[in-house]
T-cell receptor, first 114, second 112 residues
Framework: SQTIHQWPATLVQPVGSPLSLECTVE??????LYWYRQAAGRGLQLLFY??????ISSEVPQNLSASRPQDRQFILSSKKLLLSDSGFYLC?????????????FGPGTRLTVT | EDQVTQSPEALRLQEGESSSLNCSYT??????LFWYRQDPGKGPEFLFT???AGEEKEKERLKATLTKKESFLHITAPKPEDSATYLC?????????????FGQGTELSVKP
């Protein structure tokens, strides 16, 4: 069965510090991978998605970047954090298909920028 | 512009009191509509996928239905453990990479 991991689970970082959040998927190959941010515990905002190694699409211009160095690894980074970067970050994966495909989410990382 | 609107924002029910959550969507060609459950501090958990108008899916006390403009999540005789935020999302035909557009969610609270 497939499993998705995220770490760390919680993170408190000062403004201006760098960020690296990691997501890995087990039990599947060549998945689509996604990074979302959820503010105030409600709607999810898609930040980045990737359909393959080294292929990153950005949805929202911002202070963050993403990379996919391996097939089942997705990394979210920032060189200098802003207060507005605080939130709940979720990684998700889906299979590649021409039809409707659901996404499966990881446990999330709670980021607080102080 | 593709859009998903969920109502109500919050719903409080007594145990056993059935009700429905609404998800209205605007999309240029629907590939699929998805329902998720999210518990506080956790990632969303997939519940249902609906593909075409008239389709229904059931799981325990939950039943999801789909029309051309909206979807309903019916909760029959809810229990306190059904308390969670329920998220609706749509996937458009032309979207690359299987992207989902989420609504803001409905926070359901079921009191014993």
């Amino acid at each position: 069965s497939q499993t998705i991991h995220q770490w760390p689970a919680t993170l408190v970082q000062p403004v201006g510090s760098p960020l690296s959040l990691e997501c890995t998927v087990e039990g599947t190959s060549n998945p689509n991978l996604y990074w979302y941010r959820q503010a105030a515990g409600r709607g999810l905002q898609l930040l980045f998605y990737s359909v393959g190694i080294g292929q990153i699409s950005s949805e929202v211009p911002q202070n963050l970047s993403a990379s996919r160095p391996q097939d089942r690894q997705f990394i979210l980074s920032s060189k200098k954090l802003l207060l507005s970067d605080s939130g709940f970050y979720l990684c998700a994966w889906s299979v590649m298909s021409g039809g409707p495909v659901e996404q499966y989410f990881g446990p999330g990382t709670r980021l607080t920028v102080t | 512009e593709d859009q998903v609107t969920q109502s109500p924002e919050a719903l409080r029910l007594q145990e056993g009191e059935s009700s429905s959550l609404n998800c209205s969507y605007t999309v240029s060609g629907l590939r699929g509509l998805f329902w998720y459950r999210q518990d506080p501090g956790k990632g969303p958990e997939f519940l249902f996928t609906l593909y075409s108008a008239g389709e229904e899916k059931e799981k325990e006390r939950l039943k999801a239905t789909l029309t051309k403009k909206e979807s309903f999540l019916h909760i029959t005789a809810p229990k306190p453990e059904d308390s969670a935020t329920y998220l609706c999302a749509v996937q458009a035909i032309y979207n690359q990479g299987g992207k989902l557009i989420f609504g803001q969610g409905t926070e359901l609270s079921v009191k014993p």
